[in-house]
C-alpha cells in the first residue's frame, strides 16, 4: 500500500493525539508561545485575538499567564477537530471570552479587518500553496495596525534522524522534501510581503527539548513524525514499530544538537525563526 490516510499503525493510533503531542513538542512551543507574544504585551483592553492552527492552545496559554484584561476575546482555530475539542475542554472554565473553531487556516471563517493580534505557531508551513494562502488570510482577517506572529523551523536536531528511520525501514520510498525552503527565514518574510506587509521583522530564538526517557521521547515522536511529515504511513511500519524507535533513539544521540547532562537529562536542540508582521 502507498502511503495513505486509511492505514496507520496501531501504535501510532494510540499515541498521536493531543495529549500525547503535548508529551513530546508540547513544552517546545510552549517556549517559543512565550517568545511569539512577548512584543504583544501588554495586550489592550479591547484586544481580539486568533490562536490560528492552535493545536494544544500553547499561544492561548501564553496570553492567559500574561493576565490580560478580563474584556479581550480570545479564538482559537485548528482544523482538526481532536484539537479543537482538546482545547474546548481545556479552558472551559476559564474566566474570559474564548472561542473554539474547526477550520483550516486557508479558510479562516472570520470578517475581514477584525483582529488586533493573529498568531500562527508552526503552522503556517503547512498551508497550502507553500503557505501564501494561509499568510493571505492572516492579512486578510487583521484589522489596519493588527500584528501578526508566525513561526517556522530553522532546524531540529532529530529531522535528520527521523529521515534515517524512514530510509532504514521503508527502502526505496522517497523522502518528502518539501517544495519550498524554510530554514533561512527568507520565504516566510516574502509571503508575508506579497500578502500585503511591508512592517516585517524577523528573530531566531534557539529552545532545547528536554526529556529523562529518551525511548519514550522518541517513540511519542515518531507517532507523529512517521505519518504524513514523512510521506504517510507504509504498510509494514505497525510490524516494523520497535525497530523504528530503537533506530530514531540511536540516530539522536550520533546526531548534532543531541546533549546528555550529568544528572542524566537529555537535550535536543531546535532554533526557529520568529516573524512579526504590522497591517
Given amino acids: 500500500m502507498n502511503a495513505s490516510t486509511a492505514y496507520t499503525p496501531k501504535q501510532a493510533l494510540a499515541l498521536d493525539t493531543p495529549e500525547g503531542y503535548d508529551k513530546s513538542g508540547g513544552a517546545i512551543t510552549a517556549e517559543y508561545a512565550k517568545?511569539?507574544?512577548s512584543r504583544c504585551l501588554?495586550?489592550?483592553a479591547d484586544s481580539i485575538i486568533l490562536d490560528n492552527a492552535c493545536?494544544?492552545?500553547a499561544i492561548t496559554d501564553a496570553i492567559i499567564a500574561s493576565e490580560p484584561p478580563s474584556s479581550i476575546q480570545l479564538n482559537l482555530a485548528d482544523k482538526s477537530p481532536a484539537y479543537t475539542a482538546f482545547c474546548q475542554a481545556k479552558y472551559a472554565n476559564i474566566q474570559l471570552?474564548?472561542?473554539?473553531?474547526t477550520m483550516p487556516s486557508e479558510a479562516l471563517r472570520i470578517a475581514?479587518?477584525?483582529l488586533t493580534h493573529s498568531f500562527?505557531?508552526?503552522?503556517?508551513f503547512m498551508t497550502t500553496n507553500s503557505g501564501r494562502d494561509g499568510a493571505s488570510e492572516i492579512y486578510r482577517t487583521l484589522e489596519p495596525g493588527g500584528i501578526a506572529v508566525t513561526t517556522c523551523w530553522e532546524s531540529l536536531t532529530w529531522l535528520g534522524p527521523a529521515k534515517a528511520v524512514h530510509e532504514r525501514t521503508r527502502p526505496g520510498a522517497p523522502w518528502p522534501n518539501p517544495v519550498v525552503s524554510w530554514s533561512d527565514g527568507n520565504h516566510l518574510v516574502g509571503i508575508l510581503k506579497e500578502a500585503g506587509f511591508s512592517n516585517v521583522e524577523l528573530r531566531t530564538e534557539e529552545v532545547w527539548a528536554k526529556t529523562r526517557d529518551l525511548r519514550s521521547w522518541a517513540e511519542q515522536s515518531w507517532a507523529i513524525l512517521g505519518g504524513p511529515p514523512t510521506g504517510?504511513?507504509?504498510?509494514?511500519?505497525?510490524e516494523k514499530w520497535d525497530e523504528a524507535v530503537d533506530i530514531f533513539?540511536?540516530?539522536?544521540r550520533k546526531a548534532d544538537g543531541f546533549k546528555e547532562m550529568d544528572d542524566g537529562e537529555i537535550r535536543m536542540r531546535c532554533s526557529a525563526h520568529i516573524v512579526t508582521a504590522v497591517r
Fill in 112 to 114: 475581514y479587518g477584525s
Fill in 97 to 101: 471570552s474564548i472561542g473554539t473553531y
Fill in 232 to 238: 504517510g504511513w507504509k504498510e509494514g511500519d505497525e
Fill in 35 to 37: 517568545h511569539c507574544i
Fill in 120 to 124: 500562527n505557531n508552526f503552522g503556517i
Fill in 249 to 252: 533513539v540511536e540516530e539522536l
Fill in 55 to 57: 493545536g494544544t492552545g
Fill in 42 to 44: 501588554p495586550f489592550g
